[in-house]
């Protein structure tokens, strides 16, 4: 059926291999003078997982989107099976078997699991049919999920589920995954792993994008990799180290974390005294008797799967919710367990909470309002209650060029900057100020590699400044990467720190999952993983 | 004799919550669809006054209702080429609609002040008709009143047992997510609007062609501001509504007899009671559900554009 191909296409078309089960040739699409693919080729075979990778803005999600039919290409062509197809809209693609599991969930809260899912399904299945089918595609891939309960009520891992779901019951020849692991545990991420495992073997074609390389290097055996909107280069990811996977994907060798040497600790800054508080809400967690101490100098990682307590004990750290003694709470000796989070940060505080858009940032508000609202305790930003709007700009600029935040426009609004740059904006906007003690949560949650080294090294950097940091992360390679000692937190207790040097991944995993008992596959985590491209730690 | 007075006070009732189910249920669905249209007032009093001013020239009825129907579509039309094609604020957009809506009502009904018609004719039925009791309240009521009936279990049955509902809520709930997934959100959310324009100019229609047969500027007096109150009050359930129109009528009935009887209190006080009354049941109503999740459609009133 090549004849149906244009010639620029064909020309294209790889001369080896059978017939790709999709193709994508020539593929431009510009957004007015931007140009987000720029003649990108793409081919993706039955039984295989290709990866796909690329910075922030390396034009991924684009391309993606032009797959899935929610975007039409300027220029260029997919086809199936060798013949080229239209995809006017996401139904065309899910017709041609393509299925798409979002980063960001494209879930409806409100809505319950069986209702999100029949959103895509044909119209006469409904009710206990699409219940039932749901309940056998749970046991044939451990994938389990009660079709009644609100979405609102689900761990992201439970949602990444739905989205798996959904996809399969359209029986999909491809499926698309954008970066699925960014919010899972390690243990979730291996029940995905194996399942993923199981719809290659089944011949299904997966197009995995992702920029955590070392996944990449033990799913797939082709990638293709985008840089500003063009194919850099198509290798085996298993041939290549994980440091030359991301040379290739920023384009020059990516900044290495350099470790603090050794590094005298100062004395106590924060500390937490056997500190317990109930849940706020149903959904949350209670902390019981959680004690910690953090010196100047010292970086403590708190690891944990995501639901353990982690914002409950962030929320205590900063002042969002008070304690109920307040000397459970030291800030350099002080007691601040009454206090709030703006008379904390007066005392020398920082605080980076886990959720960029929301929570860190109003995604509406312009940077310099931005770092107004969390800093005009601590720089000289306002004048008897006034704003002084020059002085709040500078120090956004002061920010933007010392964490090197790329964006467009001199103040746009948080919410138009990529994840990565907003991330370094906000946890820049917290080291600016030199805090004596700085806590984040989540601190490179779905932030690319460059963007993640830089941050890192700030972090780092700040430490041995003499800042006492206390770092909340489900990504264990980090915590090994930066952090001087590691606890625990599970189901909202809090395991006594650890050396990192003295503990291990699978030490760590245990605990996360709960010590010994029931314990995850997390066994299975350790051994293929090398450390991301910065090889900074003892292993 | 006590049954029929009974009987009596409950189709007065019925009648008094009508325009308000008419108008409530066709707002519910737009704000389902995540729509929030503040134009009901106007969308309302410009299809009392159409209405009256068609059924005068073809002496028709059931044509006036449908010109009362149309009117209000036409300008749900205008507000969702503003709101959901062009993006515009929908709650500048909806007031500036019950301006336009109250001024056009004017231009329309002005050689019509003062002229009565036959209301329209209800249900006649010879032996169900006449049982004594129910016969009047369940089988001689006209058309509108069947039609709220009809358009309660109807949107109910649509919005949680059908595909499209479940679609239409959706896209309420999210339509970042929605759209991700190829659902088509400015159509669904444009024809909610048209839908809710439809149902508020028939309930102004029911008010000059049934309730008080005659045109007066200005006669809704507020009955589709209520109609929005009780939508959410009503925590956006179609049962909800009518329940609370139900009140919204009951309280009014009341509050005429009680000034009849003088009780000694101010009348104006006793106008107001229909209004708090409804206000403080369905509070109270709303209450009940507590814990995560939202009660509101998530997306309602945020202006949808899509992704480039």
Redesign the interface.
Known sequence: MDATLPASALARRSKEGPTPLFGAYGIVKR?GSFTANDGVDLEIRAGEIHALLGENGAGKSTLMKILY??LEPTEGVVTHKGDIVQLP???A??RLGIGMV?QH???????TVA??I???MP?DL?GRALADRIARLGIDYGLHLDPDR?V??LSAGERQRIEIVRCLLQDPSLVILDEPTSVLTPGEAEVLFTVLERLREEGRALLYISHRLDEVRRLCVRATILRGGKVVGACNPREETARSLAAMMVGSAVREVTPREGGAVGRERLRLDRLSLPAP???ATALHDVSLSVAGGEILGIAGIAGNGQAELFAALSGESRAPEPDSVRLDGKPVGALGINARRRLGAGFVPEERNGHAAAPLMSLSENALLSRYPTASLTRFGLIRLGAARDLAKRVIEAFDVRKAGPDPAAGTLSGGNLQKFVVGREIQAEPGVLVINQPTWGVDAAAAAHIRQAVIDLAARGTAILVISQDLDELFEIAGSIAVLHDGTLSPAVPAGETSREAIGLLMGGSSDHAPPVADVAHPREPMPSPAHAH | MTLDIVQMVLVTVLAAATPLILAGIGELVAERAGVLNLGVEGMMIFGAAASFAVAMQTDSTFLGAVGGAVAGLLLAALFGILTVGLAANQVASGLSLTILGLGLSGLVGAGYVGIKRDPAPHLAIPGLSDLPGIGQLLFGQDAFVYTAVALVAAVSWFLWRTRSGLTLRAIGDDHVATHALGLKVRKVRFLSVLFGGACAGLGGAYLSLAYTPFWSPGMTAGRGWIALALVVFASWRPLRVAAGALLFGGATVLQLHAQAAGLGLPGQLLSALPYLATILALVLLSLGRRGGGSLAPAALGRVFTPSR
């Open positions: 957004f039919g929610l809209n996401p139904e693609a899910r979002f969930f494209s879930l409806c809260e409100n809505l209702e999100n029949a959103l895509v119209k409904s609100p609102w009520s809400d149903l959904h």
